[in-house]
């Protein structure tokens, strides 16, 4: 059996990994992740993803399967990151407010048994209703959304919020359980 290490210390990921039956240690990677513009590209994120492994990869030195993976909202081809503070964080989701948007979730397995690198990414189209500045408000004082790309976690949106998800659910949580289980070929 091989070891497999997940490049994250996501709690969002560790349980989704851990509900889809896969055994794993946890290594959080320490690349900084720095893009240098906002404009979308699935080889943008993927390349995220492929160096947070590899981060861990060159750390560790047994063999191992690394799994390293970065999620990022996407609106009018522009990424949207973390928010900076309360303005930018209500902001982000008065724009999302009533339209679609998507979530990408670019994923690396760096297999050091057999030299082996996968990369690949999932994206999820999610539409907000037509948000009032009231229920923006309460979630951003009631869930304080700093850390997460786009100032939302959809695990965590209160009724009203959300009008559809047309893909994984589970990609918008932080990653797509059965990509990442096809990747590493299990």
Known sequence: MKKIILASSSPRRREILKNAGLKFEIHPS???????????????????????????????????????????????????????DRDDAFNMLKNLSGVEHHVVTGICVIDKYENKINIDHVITTVRFEKLSDELINYYIDTFKPFDKAGAYGIQELPDGFVHSVNGSLENVIGLCSKKTLEMLDL
Not at 40 to 46: G, H, L, Q
Not at 51 to 65: G, M, P, R, T, Y
């Open 30 to 84: 320490s690349y900084d992740e720095v893009l240098d513009n906002n404009i979308f590209t699935p080889e943008k994120i993927e390349n995220l993803a492929y160096n947070k492994a590899k981060s861990v990869a060159e750390e560790i030195k047994e063999n191992a399967v690394i799994i390293g993976a970065d999620t990022v909202v996407v609106f009018n081809n522009k990424i949207l990151t973390k928010p900076h």
